[in-house]
């Protein structure tokens, strides 16, 4: 349930922020906005372990050390989805958009109403990295949780590896990375068709 909560919020927030973010850098019109656009995408070159300190005293200096605050935190949004969205809608004829504004519709209620559904399968694959990403993310939850009723499936799977060293424990840690792996198999076999349309 600490995997299915962590890497749920995190995706479905990661869907929303880029949707927000890839609509505005796609059709919307605003100073240095190609400035500020490549600078997100420079984000993405940059090992994400380099950031694992400053993130941590950011979070500590919150009070959020031991908390799924803390581990959703910094990955509310993502450069990758950011770059991914704006590259589907940019796709999205300014005619409809246009037509919209005509009848009288706000930017939100035309990325929800048209350019959120024509852009659905990139907004699918999107959500099937992210929560394949957060489902296994392994250092940044190490780093911030302490108690192990919070730990996701990942550390208590490494914590089983460290427990049963001996030979005759592997099938007992082999069976355990499979009832792991199933959750993030079972969506992408829901989502497979959306998945590879984007």
């Known amino acids: 349930m600490n995997s299915f909560l962590i890497a749920g919020v995190s995706t479905v927030s990661v869907v929303i922020t880029s949707l927000l973010a890839g609509y505005g850098f796609a059709k919307m019109q605003f100073r240095f906005k190609n400035t500020i656009f490549w600078s997100v995408i420079a984000t993405m070159f940059v090992p994400p372990i380099i950031f694992l300190v400053p993130l941590y005293w950011i979070i500590q200096s919150l009070g959020l050390n031991n908390s ?3 581990v959703i935190l910094p990955w509310l949004a993502n450069a990758f989805g950011i770059f991914l969205m704006r590259q589907f809608i940019s796709e999205v004829p300014d005619e409809l958009l246009d037509a ?15 350019v959120a559904p024509l852009v659905t399968p990139a907004t699918v694959a999107l959500a099937v990295f992210a929560f394949v990403y957060y489902w296994n993310n392994f250092l940044w939850p190490l780093t911030v949780l302490q108690s192990q009723e919070r730990f996701p499936v990942v550390l208590m799977l490494s914590r089983l590896l460290s427990y049963n060293t001996s030979i005759q424990y592997q099938n007992v840690v082999l069976a355990g990375a499979l009832i792991a792996s199933i959750p993030t198999l079972i969506i992408f076999f829901i989502t497979q068709r959306y998945f590879v349309q984007g």
């Open 68 to 70: 799924y605050l803390g």
């Open 100 to 114: 919209a504004r005509i009848d009288g519709a706000s930017e939100l209620r035309i990325l929800a109403r048209i």
